[in-house]
């Protein structure tokens, strides 16, 4: 583990190890890799109740809430990659053109070198180790900062890490993350940056890239809406909606940040959200064990902010001491207004009518590019519209957040709210260098692209790339 300030006598001597491992290609054979990742799925296993235990003392997550996103979410990537890594690294064999015959075509798949991984603080484990994965699985080695805003987390991980993996193939960074990431990323070029966390820190990470030309995938957020249809399931599309907004106390990237309701099924929705958030949480929220807290002071106070934008038409009870808001809902709200600006990642969920499918494009375009869409209707030609007429970077049909946990789905936002694709195959491919490779027969040679040109050959140029 390192935690003091990081000088470049420091950096030198966490990263040489690392380069040299590497550059000595022991991370690059299929038992390498397949042993990493049973080491990692151990001790996965070996400290899982830590890892529970911790999470909830950092921000009262709920057990079984931690176990969902965080830890049984590795423990499947984990599996995928098991189950398909040799298929993965075999050489793909991919067809030759006329133009360039005779020859034989293939693609490699080959490690990038030393990479960094930064992880946010609202799934401290599932967004360290999840891109891990993916890093060990193409042939890698890592340095990994878990965050600081989840201290007891983040010394769990680091012990795990620590016990399975050597420290020349992963190393564990510890520290404010405004202090360490940059002094890394200043004093040794990676050859790749991976970060999911908010826009604000994904912006500053690729400026910090940028000089060193690193390649860097940002999986950020942004306000992911909910579009409620008049010809939905009403029932269902509350709970699902009241399930994503609330789990993990809001604290989600691809949480339902606001709700957009057609005006005539708005009263029935509003009752049937306020039904199953009763059902979930009960009459005092406060005092369920299936509602997580705001991870910090901060955060309580921005989430608190916004309660006074719009008619509380649910909650609204807040607690600074136990940085405890609860499931709320707002109506009334102007699109003007912050909570209709910025995103929220809290228990707050604005409600906005709308009669013409036109109003909701138009709201949308106003916080483009969400990292998530959520669209409810019974209706194909809905379904449709509004999924080819938003940009988005992922999301479901009649449900939330589920594509998430879809390891053959690819995973990630678009505008500003991420580049770059990641779970299952696509962690793998987004950790190497995917080379092409075109192999030349010397048996034959037509000499068609060799000087002296003719009218000739320009004909049969023109007809071979036609």
Not at 173 to 196: E, K
Not at 226 to 236: L, M, T
Request: aromatic share 8%; charged share 20%.
């Amino acid at each position: 583990m390192e935690s003091q300030a990081l000088t470049q006598e420091r950096i030198d001597a966490l990263m040489q190890p690392l380069r040299m491992y590497f550059n000595s290609g022991s991370t690059r054979s299929f038992a390498s890799r397949r042993k990493a990742l049973l080491a990692l799925r151990g001790a996965l296993h070996k400290h899982e109740e830590a890892l529970l235990e911790a999470m909830h003392a950092d921000m009262r997550k709920p057990r079984f809430e931690a176990y969902l996103s965080d830890i049984g979410l590795v423990h499947a990537e984990i599996t995928y990659a098991l189950h398909h890594l040799r298929e993965w690294m075999s050489v793909e064999h991919v067809p030759t053109p006329l133009a360039i015959q005779v020859a034989s075509s293939t693609v490699l798949h080959e490690p990038l070198g030393v990479v960094l991984i930064v992880a946010p603080w609202n799934y401290p484990v599932l967004l360290l180790l999840s891109p891990l994965v993916g890093a060990i699985a193409a042939g890698n080695c890592a340095v990994v900062k878990p965050s600081n805003e989840a201290p007891r987390t983040a010394a769990v991980v680091d012990q795990l890490i620590t016990e399975a993996l050597a420290p020349e193939h992963v190393r564990v960074v510890q520290g404010p993350g405004g202090v360490v990431v940059p002094q890394l990323i200043a004093q040794h070029r990676f050859d790749h940056i991976f970060f999911p966390g908010s826009q604000t820190v994904g912006t500053k990470i690729m400026a910090m890239a940028a000089p060193g030309l690193t390649p860097v995938t940002l999986e950020l957020g942004g306000k992911s809406p909910a579009i409620v249809d008049r010809k939905a399931n009403i029932d269902v599309a509350a709970r699902r909606i009241a399930w994503s907004k609330y789990f993990n106390a809001g604290q989600t990237c691809v949480a339902t940040d606001h709700a957009l309701v057609h005006s005539a099924v708005m009263d029935e929705f509003l009752a049937a959200l306020a039904k199953h958030v009763q059902r979930f949480f009960g009459d005092d929220p406060q005092r369920s064990p299936h509602f997580a807290r705001l991870v910090n002071d901060k955060r309580f106070a921005k989430v608190s902010g916004y309660l006074g934008h719009g008619t509380i038409a649910l909650g609204g009870e807040r607690d600074a001491a136990d940085r405890y808001i609860a499931p709320t809902v707002l109506t009334q709200v102007s699109l003007e207004c912050p909570p209709m600006q910025e995103e929220i990642f809290g228990p707050v969920l604005p409600v906005i009518p709308w009669s013409e499918a036109e109003e909701v494009i138009a709201i949308t375009r106003r916080n483009p590019w969400p990292l998530a869409a959520y669209i409810f209707s019974s209706d194909r030609k809905t379904q449709r519209y509004f999924t080819e007429r938003i940009a988005f970077g992922g999301g479901c049909i009649n449900h939330t957040m589920i594509h998430f946990g879809a390891s053959d789905l690819p995973f990630g936002g678009v505008g500003t709210s991420g580049m770059g694709r990641y779970h299952g195959r696509r962690s793998f491919e987004r950790f190497s260098n995917v080379k092409g490779i075109a192999k030349g027969s010397t048996w034959l040679d037509h000499r068609l692209q060799f000087p002296p040109y003719s009218s000739v050959k320009e004909k049969i140029l023109r007809w071979v790339l036609r």
